[in-house]
């Protein structure tokens, strides 16, 4: 049986791109289009999460995304 696909790799794949292609651009335009990945797979991140991965993706520090199921 293959295992389904997790409904986050949608995110973590939009996730590296941004960190790919946003390296150095302001965080204040990277939040909305992490914003709009995580609502596309249903994820909850706070303003907060979504600040400090901005944060990451704008400064090219390494980030490693954790994703907490409750």
Same mark, same amino acid.
């Given at each position: 049986?293959?295992?389904?696909?997790?409904?986050?790799?949608?995110?973590?794949?939009?996730?590296?791109?941004?960190? $790919?292609?946003? &390296?150095?651009?302001? /965080? #204040?335009?990277?939040?909305?289009?992490?914003?709009?990945?995580?609502?596309? !797979?249903?994820?909850?991140f706070?303003e $907060?999460?979504? &600040?400090?991965?901005? /944060? #990451?993706?704008?400064?090219?520090?390494?980030?490693?995304?954790?994703?907490t !199921?409750?």
């Amino acid at each position: 049986m293959t295992p389904k696909p997790s409904l986050y790799r949608g995110y973590e794949d939009e996730f590296a791109q941004l960190a $790919a292609t946003h &390296q150095g651009r302001p /965080a #204040a335009t990277v939040v909305p289009l992490l914003r709009r990945a995580a609502d596309r !797979v249903l994820l909850e991140f706070t303003e $907060a999460d979504l &600040q400090e991965q901005a /944060a #990451a993706i704008s400064s090219g520090a390494p980030y490693g995304l954790r994703v907490t !199921v409750s």
